[in-house]
T-cell receptor, first 111, second 114 residues
Framework: DGGITQSPKYLFRKEGQNVTLSCEQN?????MYWYRQDPGQGLRLIYY???????QKGDIAEGYSVSREKKESFPLTVTSAQKNPTAFYLC??????????FGSGTRLTVV | DQQVKQNSPSLSVQEGRISILNCDYT??????FLWYKKYPAEGPTFLIS?????DKNEDGRFTVFLNKSAKHLSLHIVPSQPGDSAVYFC?????????????FGQGTILTVHP
């Protein structure tokens, strides 16, 4: 079945640590996105990538980094510079101009 | 700058009645609008969409209405069912956007009581 796989489902980070969230898709989609969900704030765009080896900052990119070395993969690193990383992270992809397919999300908690 | 707004954080309705979820936008360049449904700890799933050339789109129990002059859209669910209880996000896309980038509203929590 085609889809987007995010892993892990739950992730715990200590203060000062970098952590990487995985996002893999087998839909042959060109564009991939990372969103963050916080209560009452909806989905906010962190980074997006339209093609391999290219990506752009979204609305809240500070403290995050990404790479797009393969069409299928778009990992997100939450660095120690991100002061409030506890959130639900969603990866999405699209083949065309409209509409996303989302992964099931990763819940990141700072301990 | 919140370009897409869902001003009602929550909505509670009785099973069998109509649910109406509202969404306002400020950017007149938006030309395509979508509704997503999200359960806790899961990713959103696409529900229904509408292009700016239409004012209504219907899919089973779900109907989306678009009022371009008011920059307002609404999602009607008739009849509402307990399984419809979820968070509903409104999203918009605009001409010339970076390959389908969507702008989301804050979401509305719908609770349908049996």
């Amino acid at each position: 079945d085609g889809g987007i796989t995010q892993s892990p489902k739950y992730l715990f980070r200590k203060e000062g640590q970098n952590v990487t969230l995985s996002c893999e898709q087998n839909l042959n989609h060109d564009a991939m996105y990372w969103y963050r969900q916080d209560p009452g704030q909806g989905l906010r765009l962190i980074y997006y990538s339209q093609i391999v080896n290219d990506f752009q900052k979204g609305d809240i990119a500070e403290g995050y980094s990404v790479s797009r070395e393969k069409k299928e993969s778009f990992p997100l690193t939450v660095t120690s510079a991100q002061k409030n990383p506890t959130a639900f992270y969603l990866c999405a992809s699209t083949a065309g101009a409209y509409g996303y397919t989302f992964g099931s999300g990763t819940r990141l908690t700072v301990v | 700058d919140q370009q897409v707004k869902q001003n009602s954080p929550s909505l509670s309705v009785q099973e069998g009645r109509i649910s109406i979820l509202n969404c306002d936008y400020t950017n007149s360049m938006f030309d395509y609008f979508l509704w997503y449904k999200k359960y806790p700890a899961e990713g959103p799933t696409f529900l229904i969409s509408i292009s700016s050339i239409k004012d209504k789109n219907e899919d089973g129990r779900f109907t989306v209405f678009l009022n371009k002059s008011a920059k307002h859209l609404s999602l009607h669910i008739v009849p509402s069912q307990p399984g419809d209880s979820a968070v509903y996000f409104c999203a918009a896309s605009k001409r010339g956007t970076s390959y389908g980038k969507l702008t989301f509203g804050q979401g509305t929590i719908l609770t349908v009581h049996p």
